[in-house]
Every structure is written in structure tokens, then in C-alpha cells.
């Protein structure tokens, strides 16, 4: 095997392996970010020896036991236990081969339950949203810094600084390494799944740059989501948002064209969806439903996507479901944005005066007065109705809004088809 591969390699593994690494350290010294280094100093040794030496038939045993062997030296080096918890202290302050001792151990425990803590820790409510999508991506996603830095084409020196501030702020709250009591739950899984959905819709569609999607951001958010439904098997809205995600990744392949045009959901070659995918996501969203209790929003808006994906041509689509499931989402979730989106189905299934008569009383709406959707969807229903010169204005005016240059172009082109 080539140097190259070897890296190739090593990089496969460690984005594999090192959310287990990182959770596993975490446990142990109770500090995400002296964790992180330690993992990232397995990380080394391997780039490091493997060229020479050949990956190891276990690579994520090998960079465990390297990051476990250096967590000791620098836990009894720095006396780092003298500043922890005091029962830690106790356990592993004794010598050397008790703090091995100890170590093998705990790093042998089944791994799930660290995974768990650090997913919760990562996407704790204490730091801002950027944050926790930074965080997240760093330690379970396996990401660089500079790697998210081009996916949200936000400066390194940027992401980089938002990653040390969230840990600085978690060691400084002290906040606990575990999985939230049950009066805290529902409230910190509610943020585990907004930050890997944000992950999800800003490669899904891009709110800025030269690109309509970044899939390599929906690949991320589907291996999270993944792995918060394996560890997390008996919570419903964690399936829900899994099933929402696969299937609206069924379509990642119809969704752009030749050039990198965008391809709009009506106008996609419903062939080239992934049927695979699609059978996922209806399985998770079964299991979604079957677990019962209150439908939550992530499970609703799977449903819809069902309703897409169940349909062999657009013409087939249950528009009036749609709209009733919108309804039903905003009692459940109610937003400006689910309105908007109600008002769609409404048009698509009783005519464009109806989605029209919803979506004129939205234009007032604060949070929705630089969101370019809104002109988009109201120029579509006033095309549709013959107002061709006011959809025109619509769709100029939503072209102005939005921040990505392949959706501008689309809205460019409709305003243009609107006036001929």
C-alpha cells in the first residue's frame, strides 16, 4: 500500500472511529476538548507509523489503546485527576498499572452509553446553534475545521474559534459528561435534532454560494441521525427525523441538473430518486409511528415527504393529505415558514387562488420579510392565475433575496418566462 492510500485509509478510520475515541476519553477525563486532543495525538501516531508499518487488522483498537496509553501519561503528568472529580481521583490516582487497570476497563464498556453522553454534550442548549453544529460536526461527524469552514463557507479562523469557545464554555459551566434526567430530555433531544437537521437542510439546499446542494453535509447529517437512532432506538421524533431525511436524500440525484441547475420537486424524473433510500425512510417512519405517543413535528414532515416519494409521477401526488398534514404540523410546530408551506399543498390541491388567499396573508409577517420563498411561491400561484406582470415582480424581487447563486439564476429564468 502507497503513502497515499495508507492516508486514505487513516482518514476513512478516523472518521469512522473517532466519535467511539472521543467518547470513550471523554468518560475518563471528563473534558471534551482535553479528549478531542488525545484522540487527535492517536490520530498522529497513526499518520505517522501506519506508512511504515502497515494499517493494523483492528485500526480502531489501535488508535484506542495509542489514545488510552497517552491519557494516562498526561493524566498523571499534568496530575490532572488532582483537579477532577474526587472520586475519579480515587480510582485512578493509586500508580500506574491500577490507572491501566482502570483505563482498559472503562474503554472496554459498551460504547453506546459514551456515544450517547457525547452527542448531548456537543448539542448542549448552554452554546449558541452555530456552535453546536460546529461541535458536532468535529467530534461525531469526524470533520477538520477546514472542511466545515468550506461546507458553510464561513472562514476557518471562524469555525475554529466558535469550536474553542464551546469548549471553553462547557468546561466553564461544568457541564456534566451524561445523558440529560428525564425532566430535561425531551428539551435536549429537541436540540440534538434541530442541530443535525440544520446539518441536513444546508446541504439539501444551500443558503449561499455557487452550488444548490453540498451533499457531502447530507451524507454527515444522515450518519448522525443514524447513529442517534441506534443509540436511541425507542425515541420516536429520532426515527421521524431519520425518515425525513431519507427520503428527502432519495432525491438528491434529480434534483440537479448537467450544468448544476436546480431541478424543482414537479419537474424531477421521479426515476432517478433513490428507491432505496426511499424504502428506508419509510421503514424508519414506520417505526416512527408505531412507537406511538404524541406525533412530533420531525415525524409529520416524513410523512409529507412519504407522500412524495409514494407517488410514481408528480400528477399522482395526495396534494389534499399534504395539506392536511401541513394543517395538523402547524398545531403541532406552528411557523410562518409551515404556514408558507401549507399555503403550497392548498394551491397544488384546491387551485392557486386558494394557496394564494393563505400565502397574501403572510406577506406582514416579520420573520418572513427577508425569506425569499415567499415572493417565489407567490409569483408561482399569481403565474398560474395569469398575473403574469405581478409574477414577474415576485420572482425579480425573490432573486434579489436569496444568498445562492444557482437558485438566483432559476428565479431569474422564471421571472423571465413570466414576462414573455
Not at 386 to 409: I, K, L, P, W
Request: hydrophobic share 45%.
Amino acid at each position: 500500500m502507497t503513502t497515499t492510500e495508507t492516508h486514505r485509509a487513516i482518514d476513512a478510520v478516523w472518521r469512522i472511529e473517532s466519535p467511539r475515541l472521543i467518547a470513550g476519553l471523554a468518560r475518563m477525563v471528563r473534558d471534551v476538548g482535553l479528549a478531542e486532543e488525545l484522540a487527535q495525538d492517536a490520530l498522529v501516531a497513526a499518520l505517522e507509523r501506519w506508512p511504515e508499518t502497515g494499517v493494523p487488522d483492528n485500526p480502531g483498537a489501535w488508535l484506542m489503546a495509542t489514545a488510552k496509553h497517552r491519557a494516562i501519561d498526561r493524566l498523571r503528568r499534568i496530575q490532572l485527576l488532582a483537579r477532577k472529580h474526587e472520586q475519579i481521583g480515587h480510582e485512578l490516582a493509586a500508580d500506574q498499572e491500577d490507572a491501566g487497570m482502570e483505563f482498559e476497563a472503562a474503554i472496554d464498556d459498551d460504547i453506546g452509553d459514551d456515544l450517547l453522553r457525547i452527542v448531548f454534550t456537543a448539542c448542549h442548549p448552554v452554546l449558541s446553534t452555530e456552535a453546536r453544529v460546529a461541535l458536532t460536526l468535529r467530534l461525531l461527524g469526524g470533520l477538520t475545521t477546514d472542511e466545515i469552514a468550506r461546507a458553510f463557507l464561513v472562514p476557518e479562523p471562524t469555525i475554529a474559534q466558535r469550536i474553542v469557545r464551546a469548549k471553553k464554555t462547557l468546561a466553564s459551566e461544568q457541564i456534566p459528561f451524561e445523558v440529560p434526567r428525564a425532566s430535561e430530555l425531551a428539551e435536549r433531544v429537541a436540540s440534538v435534532l434541530e442541530v443535525i437537521y440544520l446539518v441536513f437542510n444546508e446541504g439539501y439546499t444551500a443558503t449561499a454560494g455557487d452550488d444548490w446542494m453540498r451533499p457531502r453535509l447530507c451524507e454527515d447529517a444522515l450518519r448522525l441521525g443514524r447513529l442517534l437512532v441506534g443509540l436511541m432506538p425507542d425515541e420516536a421524533e429520532a426515527h421521524g427525523l431519520l425518515a425525513l431525511m431519507e427520503i428527502q436524500a432519495s432525491r438528491a440525484g434529480a434534483r440537479v441538473g448537467a450544468n448544476g441547475e436546480p431541478i424543482l420537486l414537479l419537474d424531477q424524473n421521479r426515476a432517478q430518486w433513490d428507491a432505496l433510500l426511499i424504502r428506508r425512510g419509510l421503514v424508519a417512519l414506520a417505526r416512527a409511528e408505531k412507537l406511538g405517543g404524541a406525533v412530533g413535528p420531525y415525524t409529520l414532515q416524513a410523512a409529507i415527504a412519504a407522500c412524495h416519494a409514494r407517488a410514481r409521477k408528480s400528477g399522482d401526488t395526495d396534494w389534499p393529505r399534504i395539506a392536511a398534514l401541513y394543517g395538523t404540523l402547524a398545531v403541532v410546530a406552528g411557523s410562518p415558514i409551515v404556514e408558507l408551506n401549507r399555503a403550497v399543498a392548498l394551491g397544488m390541491a384546491f387551485g392557486p387562488a386558494a394557496g394564494l388567499e393563505l400565502v397574501d396573508t403572510l406577506t406582514s409577517e416579520p420573520a418572513l420579510r427577508n425569506y425569499h420563498l415567499l415572493p417565489s411561491v407567490r409569483g408561482d400561484f399569481l403565474a398560474k392565475l395569469g398575473r403574469r406582470d405581478e409574477a414577474r415582480r415576485e420572482f425579480q424581487q425573490a432573486a434579489t433575496m436569496t444568498r445562492n447563486a444557482r437558485e438566483r439564476e432559476l428565479l431569474l429564468a422564471r421571472a423571465a418566462a413570466a414576462g414573455e
